[in-house]
């Protein structure tokens, strides 16, 4: 498995702002990716965030909305922009190692706007 | 029609009783399953993964697999109060533009009461 931490692990914010995620990974890992955990709900992948390039967002889910970096292989960020109400949710990131494509969640950072 | 689906629950069983999870899917090029379990107020935790038709033991969990009913499930032996969680099901996607994609089910909600 991979040892994955997130910050900030929560926050409060007001409407209108920005909040910036990071996730740092303790090995080098070719996949992560952005989901989303509503209360009560499942998982929504937010978007695939790709080495190098451009992330790739599922449908619902824009750039401008959710930018997201990835400058290397052990580090991604997420932002979540002009936040409103709506946006209160748990942000978790996860990585796929090569072993059998497991996929390994951070502890989640849990979002609050008000 | 989904991508994943689990009965829903929630599933309730005394201390020591089996309890079994159920999953179907509807990708019949996916290879690869997960179960994940998740504590309230906790993120994913993978704890079991099966590629092969049949089953896969680890501990009190097994995880079976039927790729021709696109079928998967999961029991849990000697349940213990502790097993109370949400328990996810999930299926990579294996092919095409979004590749390593998790597709998960809603959850099913276990309690094992003593």
């Known amino acids: 498995s991979a040892v994955i931490s997130q910050k900030p692990s929560r926050d409060i914010c007001q409407r209108g702002t920005s909040l910036t995620i990071q996730c740092q990974v303790d090995s080098q890992v070719t996949m992560m990716f952005w989901y989303r955990q509503q209360p009560g709900q499942s998982l929504t992948l937010i978007a695939t965030a790709n080495q190098g390039s451009e992330a790739t967002y599922e449908s619902g889910f824009v750039i401008d909305k959710f930018p997201i970096s990835r400058p290397n292989l052990t580090f991604s960020t997420l932002t979540v922009s002009n936040m409103s109400p709506e946006d209160s949710s748990i942000y978790l990131c996860s990585v796929e190692t090569g072993v059998g494509n497991e996929q390994f969640f951070g502890p989640g950072t849990r979002l609050t706007v008000l | 029609q989904k991508e994943v689906e689990q009965n829903s629950g929630p599933l309730s069983v005394p201390e020591g009783a089996i309890a079994s999870l159920n999953c179907t899917y509807s990708?019949?090029?996916?290879?690869?399953f997960f179960w994940y379990r998740q504590y309230s107020g906790k993120s994913p935790e993978l704890i079991m993964s099966i590629y092969s038709n049949g089953d896969k033991e680890d501990g009190r969990f097994t995880a079976q697999l039927n790729k021709a009913s696109q079928y998967v499930s999961l029991l849990i032996r000697d349940s213990q109060p502790s097993d109370s969680a949400t328990y996810l099901c999930?299926?990579?996607?294996?092919?095409?533009?979004?590749?390593?994609?998790?597709?998960f089910g809603r959850g099913t909600q276990l309690t094992v009461w003593p």
């Open positions: 990708d019949r090029v996916s290879q690869s």
């Open positions: 999930a299926v990579r996607r294996d092919r095409g533009s979004t590749l390593g994609r998790l597709y």
